[in-house]
């Protein structure tokens, strides 16, 4: 549920409950104001009673029966009104209706006294409801006035009270039909209108507040597709200009802190962005830097070794020289290792430039694993080792690759089955067209590889720190499976392995048939990139 | 016994200098080395020599410079370029400024004189094929494909196409030997004139090419044909 949903219902919900209050109170209030009026107009008309006439108790003790006409005669214009005389104890002496009183009968005298009060302003009430002698079930509006024997002395004590009852029950029988159809029903109307009104105003308003947040959202949801490179690592591309501009209010402030934080993420990914870059250009540079003495150092004991070389045709140099011959083939050995370790180094460099782009042709990858099987076939034959293609009966797996940065990542997975794998293994490569994806495997028979070391296989600075490396390997396979995962990375697919102990090591290349984006076309640069290693 | 080929050497480290021009000398060269590019332009343009090693990083004109500056001057001597870096590397073959081969530091005496062969034998062949042109023109035909080596011409199906030097080598080396097989190395001997372990990548690109320009299909070929585990080889005129 929405904010913007919670919100309307909450204020549809207010409405609602108001129109009902609003409804159920009006008749309540009616009734109210109705007793009101009716209890000011019985008192007036009782104090213009008591004051024209001050012995009313007298008269009717005199003449009962002229004093009942008398009553009756009083209220012949007063509707729905009934009067009557009561003694001190609330004992109806005298009463203008018909109905036959049970002598004696006292009406409770705590309404009149109330009725007092409030005709004399006293207490919160504005009018009183007390006992209708003609009927006891129901209460009814009352007023009363005090009177007082014709004495001499001035008695205080109201010596008995002229009491009005206002029947309820004799009000016009179409009047609560007539008040819904004068009062009920444009009130329910103008109330429906209100709240209609005012769900509308207030959807009006949400949609206003929840808008800044909506676009929040979205701002902050296309960071998170496009990611931060979005951004960039210039100034200009400030994120507060992607964001939503709002106003001082709860959300503008939001999206501020928004744009804070995006800027925060910003300049710290431009710092690390920066950071690699160095280590880059640092590892390019070491690796330039190195090349030279290293140039050097090669040619001076190849130049050293061919010059033995030539002069061996004294057998007595030749024997004497044996031992001096032997440590240069060590150190030429131990250089040219080095010499590669740095050249790969470099290359992984290069492949990791952002700029760096594949040269694509469309190659049929099996022709292309049989070549490189060639390439092997001598150094294979010559360990014992059975190197084979395995050819599936499909159609040929053309794919769109960089010739040289394939052939370099199987070849550089052939070398490492061969350093690894011993005389009596094989070898096989196979690549096929699986699920729409080139898929290549080079399969060896060979030692394995422990579970504990797989995980850190393709990780270039980890290598194989932990194990030691045969005598034969020139650098390990650290810095080769690098380059492979970088070489699959680059074409926009993976490398995996599939290894244990004494089961044979499988490392898969997953690539797709063609570019991801087709930007990248197939390149026609007449001459090959040369350094491969 | 030709007389022994002249090289210019240009390079600004002492030590590699030396020793390219010990080695160059024991292979039994003439070597003349410099040590900036200036100097290179200099010497070539007084004293031509037959073929120049430039570093790619020389102080003042650096190699890519001289390199253009003697192709501007029509120098035709093959230029073998030495680079240290691999990104420098790209950027010379992107320019495509005329250096016939480039070496990568660093490299092994071994193969800088097998390409220096190479390349000396490559220009060796094409200043005889130009004087052959001179005489009645040797004409190689396998089916519809028609080659002039003289002329460095070639037809297809009635059709003149283009190829680069290399192209055009590797298509004379299969059309010369219709039905022979070869493996890549033995390509990249043949025609390249060197064979190192890690640029049979090359032969594969350039077949591609080859197959690109001449096949109607090139994912089917009908002319240049893989023998599956041996190498590739041109069908025999039917």
């Known amino acids: ?533 | 016994m030709p007389a022994p080929a002249t090289i210019l050497v240009a390079e600004d480290q002492a030590d590699i200098r030396d020793l390219l021009v010990l080695n160059l000398r024991n292979a039994g060269y003439r070597v003349e080395a410099v040590a900036d590019g200036a100097a290179a332009l200099a010497t070539q343009l007084e004293r031509p020599a037959e073929l120049l090693v430039l570093d790619l990083m020389l102080p003042g004109l650096d190699g890519l410079e001289v390199c253009k500056a003697l192709r501007a001057r029509a120098s035709a001597a093959p230029i073998l370029m030495l680079t240290a870096r691999s990104t420098e590397l790209d950027r010379v073959l992107g320019l495509e400024l005329g250096a016939d081969d480039y070496l990568t530091k660093p490299f092994s005496l071994a193969e800088l004189l097998a390409r220096i062969k190479a390349l000396l034998r490559r220009a060796e062949l094409l200043r005889a094929a130009q004087a052959e042109s001179k005489g009645p023109a040797r004409v190689v035909r396998n089916g519809a494909l028609e080659i002039l080596p003289a002329k460095r011409q070639v037809r297809y199906r009635g059709v003149s196409l283009e190829f680069t030097a290399l192209e055009f080598d590797l298509l004379l080396h299969f059309a010369s030997h219709p039905g022979h097989v070869f493996s890549r190395g033995q390509l990249l001997d043949a025609v390249w004139g060197y064979s190192h372990d890690g640029y049979e990548h090359t032969v594969t690109t350039h077949i591609n090419r080859l197959r690109a320009k001449l096949e109607a299909d090139p994912m089917h070929p009908e002319l240049i044909l893989t023998v599956r585990g041996a190498g590739y080889k041109m069908r025999e005129p039917t």
């Open chain 1, 1 to 533: 549920m929405t904010v913007r949903l919670k919100l309307a219902l909450t204020v549809i919900a207010t409405g609602l409950v108001t129109a009902l209050a609003l409804i159920a109170a009006v008749p309540f209030a009616y009734l109210r104001f109705e007793h009101e009026t009716t209890f000011a107009r019985a008192n007036a008309f009782l104090a213009r009673v008591t004051t024209n006439y001050d012995d009313l108790l007298d008269l009717q003790q005199r003449q009962p029966q002229e004093f009942r006409t008398w009553l009756r005669g009083l209220v012949l214009y007063e509707p729905d009104t009934q009067l009557y005389l009561l003694d001190a104890q609330g004992t109806v002496l005298a009463s203008s209706g018909d109905a036959q009183l049970p002598p004696g009968f006292k009406v409770a005298l705590e309404p009149v006294r109330a009725a007092l009060a409030v005709a004399e302003g006293v207490g919160s009430s504005r009018y009183v409801m007390g006992d209708d002698p003609e009927r006891m079930d129901a209460d009814a509006v009352i007023a009363a006035r005090p009177v007082r024997r014709a004495t001499i002395r001035q008695v205080q004590e109201a010596s008995g009270y002229l009491y009005l009852v206002a029947h309820r029950a004799e009000l016009p029988a179409g009047r609560w039909a007539l008040l819904s159809r004068s009062v009920g029903l444009p009130a329910l109307l103008t109330v429906a209108g209100i709240v209609a009104a005012a769900t509308l105003f207030a959807a009006l308003i949400i949609a206003a507040v929840t808008r800044p947040l909506r676009r929040l959202t979205e701002a902050v949801g296309t960071f998170s597709a496009r990611g931060l490179d979005e951004l960039g690592d210039g100034p200009p591309a400030s994120p507060q200009a992607l964001l939503p501009s709002a106003g001082g209010d709860e959300f503008g402030r939001l999206a501020g802190a928004f744009a804070l934080m995006l800027e925060t993420l910003r300049r710290q990914w431009a710092a690390l962005r920066r950071l690699d870059h160095f280590r880059r250009e640092g590892v390019s540079n070491l690796s330039h830097d190195l090349r030279s003495p290293l140039t050097a150092t090669v040619a001076c004991l190849e130049t050293l070794e061919r010059h033995w070389a030539g002069a061996g045709a004294d057998a007595a140099s030749a024997a004497e020289r044996a031992e001096e011959r032997r440590l240069v083939a060590v150190a030429l050995r131990n250089t040219r290792n080095a010499a590669r370790l740095v050249q790969s180094l470099g290359d992984l460099a290069r492949l990791d430039e952002p700029a760096f782009e594949l040269r694509r042709e469309t190659v049929d990858a099996g022709e292309l694993l049989d070549d490189i099987r060639l390439r092997f076939a001598e150094r294979a034959a010559r360990q014992g080792v059975a190197l084979q293609v395995g050819h599936a009966d499909d159609t040929p797996p053309h794919a769109s690759l960089d010739i040289e940065l394939f052939e370099r990542a199987v070849a550089n997975l052939v070398d490492n089955a061969l350093k690894f794998c011993p005389a009596g293994s094989t070898v096989t490569l196979s690549a096929q067209v699986l699920d729409g994806r080139l898929q290549v495997r080079v399969a060896d028979t060979g030692p394995g590889i422990a579970a504990d070391e797989l995980p850190q296989l393709f990780d270039r600075y980890y290598g194989r720190r932990r194990s030691v490396e045969p005598a034969s390997a020139d650098g390990g396979r650290g810095l080769g499976l690098a380059i492979v995962k970088r070489i699959a990375e680059l074409h926009g697919g993976s490398a995996n392995v599939v290894s244990a102990r004494g089961q044979g090591t499988v490392v898969m290349l997953d690539l797709p048939l063609q570019p991801l984006q087709p930007d990248t076309s197939e390149t026609a640069a007449p001459q090959a990139r040369a350094g491969a290693g």
